[in-house]
């Protein structure tokens, strides 16, 4: 199994619904998550982190952790055709301490008007 | 204010060339990241540098030079580059090197001739 592990798409959702992206990740990562967005062209920008089980909302993001069953999750409510991006899931090596963020591949999301 | 900046936004170079790649952030940041993306592929790390000192080098060839003068500054140095080089370099910085929120600034599109 992969460390961080995302399917790649793409997503596809009309505007106004809800995008969900998903992510399993393996023993190899700690207990913190980032998922980033990456238009086209641009860095990476990041939009939430979460370190604990359970849900963290930022206004139309909800970033949901379940440890038990590996997985980290981030909902996009309302989705807008901006939103439109990859969407990487990004955790940090477990075994090194040194600040290492392991990737997911990145799921693309297209937002259809 | 989460801004890193880096220069050149683009850079074309030859292979027997020296150019260097410059990165700056004011957010009182300790640790500071080099990641280099292809294509469709998420980011990999190349360098971390945590308090000015080199903690992490994920064993990339020695072409590229990383050097951090000061907490707010970090170039890396390009000599004898191969075209399998050309990519997009990525500077970043967290609060510290571990689990902490790394941000990326808007990279550098590096085309080697």
């Known amino acids: 199994q992969k460390e961080v592990e995302q399917n790649s798409g793409p997503l596809s959702v009309p505007e106004g619904a809800i995008a969900s992206l998903n992510c399993t990740y393996s023993?190899?990562?700690?207990?913190?998550f980032f998922w980033y967005r990456q238009y086209s062209g641009k860095s990476p920008e990041l939009i939430m982190s979460?370190?604990?089980?359970g849900d963290k909302e930022d206004g139309r993001f909800t970033a949901q952790l379940n440890k038990a069953s590996q997985y980290v999750s981030l909902l996009i409510r309302d989705s807008q055709p901006s939103d439109s991006a990859t969407y990487l899931c990004?955790?940090?090596?477990?075994?090194?301490?040194?600040?290492?963020?392991?990737f997911g591949q990145g799921t693309e999301l297209s937002v259809k008007p | 204010d989460t801004e890193v900046t880096q220069t050149p936004k683009h850079l074309v170079m030859g292979m027997t060339n020296k150019k260097s790649l410059k990165c700056e952030q004011h957010?009182?940041?300790?640790?500071m990241y080099w990641y280099k993306q292809k294509a469709k592929k998420p980011p990999e790390l190349m360098f971390v540098?945590?308090?000015?000192?080199?903690?992490i080098n994920e064993s990339v060839p020695s072409r590229f030079s990383p050097e951090c003068p000061n907490s707010s500054l970090l170039n890396l140095h390009l000599h004898a580059l191969q075209p399998e080089d050309s990519a997009l370099y990525l500077c970043?910085?967290?609060?510290?090197?571990?689990?902490?929120?790394?941000?990326f600034g808007p990279g550098t599109r590096l085309t080697v001739t």
């Open positions: 970043a910085s967290s609060p510290q090197a571990g689990t902490d929120e790394q941000y």
């Open positions: 023993d190899r990562v700690s207990q913190s």
């Open positions: 979460i370190y604990s089980n």
């Open positions: 990004a955790a940090t090596d477990f075994y090194n301490q040194g600040g290492k963020l392991i």
């Open positions: 957010m009182g940041h300790r640790a």
């Open positions: 540098y945590s308090y000015e000192k080199l903690s």
